[in-house]
Every structure is written in structure tokens, then in C-alpha cells.
């Protein structure tokens, strides 16, 4: 599912400035990136009603990890 969440979060339309915005965010505490992910939606899976937020902090993860390569 976190695969999913960070292609959802790729495809998005202002996706340079969605990152540009992540990265200043914390990986904990308040404005965290966890929150950031589940703000836009993007921890929703196709088909669910609602998100998960255990996918939030791991698409989270998943985005540091793309940012740091």
C-alpha cells in the first residue's frame, strides 16, 4: 500500500512543490510528514473510504527514502 500512496503522491499535478514542501516538514511531532501525506489524501487507497494511517507514516518513510537517493 505505501507503494501505492508514494505513486499517488508522484503523480500528483504540483508534485515539485508538494516536495519542495515535504522536505521542510519534521518525520515527527507537529506539522509532521505523516500529516502532510494524509492532508492530500494521497495514504487513501483506490476503493477505500477511508486512510490509514499506518500507510501514511510508511508512504511517509517511502518518500524520504526517494528524497535522500
Known sequence: KAAI???QFIKDPN???KLKEFEK???YGMN???DY???FGWDKMPGEEKADPDV???CADGIEFLIKK
Open 25 to 27: 516538514l519534521d518525520s
Open 5 to 7: 500512496c508514494i505513486a
Open 32 to 34: 509532521n510528514r505523516s
Open 15 to 17: 508534485y515539485n512543490e
Open 37 to 39: 501525506v494524509h492532508k
Open 56 to 58: 501514511a507514516k510508511a
